[in-house]
């Protein structure tokens, strides 16, 4: 497996990871991802960004994840561990439906931190829509702790905040 920064001539695969998962949540009976988002728009810009990366399986693209320091407005309602600190937050991570279930989430999430601890940040953020369990429990397995709750348009359920710290807390 290889770690990297996903490249804007990767697109048709980072649509194709994004079409399965999309399918997949549907079959779940799990809108958290419809046609609006995330789009095409929102994967270019990232990878645009420089801010897209995945995990490689020989030359297939299996899995991709989106980080930054961007933080939803409906953050600022929520009780943070790491208030004063720099943040790194998590979006749009997917794993290719036919790579599920052989700890490809779990190898993101080592990445992650990995790299927020590299980039100076000092905590990890992500929301998980509230009827995903699945995701739930493998931040929850992997020290992640639930903050609050926020809502976005056009959802039927809240997303669950979720955060792990990094370094210790002054």
Partial sequence: MNFHQVQMGSLPSVLKIFRR?????????????????????????DLRNGSMYGISYGDELIAVVTLD??????????????????PCCIHRLAVDPSHQGKGL??????????????????????DVYKINETAKALYIRNGYEERGEVRYPMRKHTY???????CKLS
């Fill in 21 to 45: 998962a999309k399918s997949e949540l549907k079959n779940q009976k799990n809108d958290q991802w419809k046609w609006i988002y995330p789009n095409r728009s929102n994967y270019k810009a």
């Fill in 69 to 86: 320091n961007m933080q939803s407005k409906q953050y600022q309602l929520i009780s943070w561990n790491d208030k004063d600190g720099k």
């Fill in 105 to 126: 989430g779990k190898a993101l999430l080592q990445y992650i931190e990995n790299f927020a601890i590299r980039n100076g940040y000092t905590s990890v953020r992500i």
């Fill in 160 to 166: 669950v905040t979720m955060e792990k710290q990094l």
